[in-house]
């Protein structure tokens, strides 16, 4: 497994937006997109909208810094019919 990813993780500024691919125990991948919050040996937590996620770097197969979110839009309500 290309280990590229999982050294970015590593390096990555704490607090920098990321996202990471990685695989379940299904087999599956899944992406957190969030802030890089802390880091182990083994381990990073991003905090994403759904709360923090813990990913495994040896699951990780793809990872890279990401521009902040765009800002919320303000315009006027939608009406409902």
Not at 47 to 57: F, M, P, Q, S
């Amino acid at each position: 497994m290309n280990s590229a990813p999982a050294e970015f993780l590593r390096t990555a500024p704490i607090g920098a937006r990321v996202v990471a691919r990685y695989l379940l125990e299904t087999g599956q991948a899944t992406d957190a997109l969030g802030y890089l919050r802390s880091r182990d040996d083994e381990h990073v937590v991003i905090e994403t909208k759904r709360g923090l996620d813990t990913v495994v770097l040896s699951t990780v197969i793809a990872a890279k810094q990401v521009p902040p979110p765009p800002p919320q839009r303000t315009g006027r309500p939608i009406p409902r019919a």
